[in-house]
């Protein structure tokens, strides 16, 4: 079984989507919680991309961002996780990676000029997702026709081209095929699926499942209580090998991947 890590979500907004926003002191509390509770990651985002979501211009995303970082890097237990800024601001991105960031999470996927510019000076890990429209929209969606493997998989080889050709190492890069953003339900739940598939293109990927929307195909429940469905595909993506889980949860996914190890004692989740 292939290594899989956990990334925590720290969401520093007043209207996230699945009610789990925190900000200041609380903010770098619920890091540190995450921490103890087993992730190898934390991902910091200040601006909502939930549909419907207000966008935020850079100088406020930093004003709710840049205290909770700079008390996280002097944390404690800074040296025992690694750090993302879930961001699509250039200048937002820049400042995380002075404080020491070792991730960018760009929900742009590369898209935008300067953010490269701000990331070819950089050496840190690069994760990129895939999106029609940030903010998320549902009106905005491939046709029911598509097929979303051949289409993100398409995807990852334009984007390392890309990467490539703006002098980014494309081995900096990590795949997010983006569920819930610019796929209809059904679309999103066969890009978890193909998780095999995608992988085997080539590359790390990250899976982004935890509480969206689209898991209402299994139960109508708020996003608060889509934890066990949830956990249920989360399952299946570390049996298959896929690299990052970005989660609420992340007590019951270490658990989880406990027990998915006792299970598979040769392989080398943990």
């Not at 983006?178 to 999103?188: A, M």
């Not at 996003?223 to 690299?243: C, K, Y």
């Amino acid at each position: 079984m292939t290594f899989t890590a956990l990334m925590g979500i720290v969401n520093l907004t007043p209207d996230s989507f699945s009610g789990d926003g925190v900000l200041g002191p609380q903010a770098v509390r619920r890091g540190a919680q995450l921490v103890e509770d087993g992730a190898r990651w934390l991902d910091l985002g200040a601006e909502s991309t939930r549909p419907g979501a207000q966008p935020l211009d850079a100088d406020t995303e930093w004003s709710r961002l840049g205290p909770v970082l700079r008390d996280i890097v002097r944390a404690p237990w800074r040296h025992r996780v690694g750090l993302s800024v879930d961001t699509r601001h250039p200048s937002t991105a820049a400042s995380a990676l002075a404080l020491g960031v070792n991730l960018i999470n760009d929900v742009t996927g590369l898209s935008h000029p300067e953010m490269r510019a701000v990331l070819r000076q950089s050496n840190c890990d690069i994760v990129v997702m895939h999106a029609l429209v940030v903010p998320a929209d549902p009106a905005v969606v491939w046709p029911n026709d598509q097929d979303p493997v051949a289409a993100i998989a398409t995807w990852a080889q334009q984007v390392s081209r890309l990467a490539a050709d703006h002098g980014i190492d494309p081995s900096r890069l990590v795949f997010d095929p983006g569920l819930g953003f610019g796929k209809t339900w059904s679309q999103s739940m066969r890009l978890i699926h193909a998780a095999p598939q995608l992988l085997a293109s080539g590359g790390r990927w990250l899976y982004g499942h935890s509480r969206k929307g689209f898991l209402r195909l299994f139960h109508d429940q708020p996003a608060h209580e889509r934890d066990a469905v949830t956990l249920a595909l989360s399952a299946g993506l570390i049996l298959a090998g896929v690299h990052l889980l970005r989660v609420h949860a992340v007590a019951h996914h270490h658990e989880l991947l406990r027990q998915l190890v006792s299970a598979h004692p040769s392989g080398s989740a943990s």
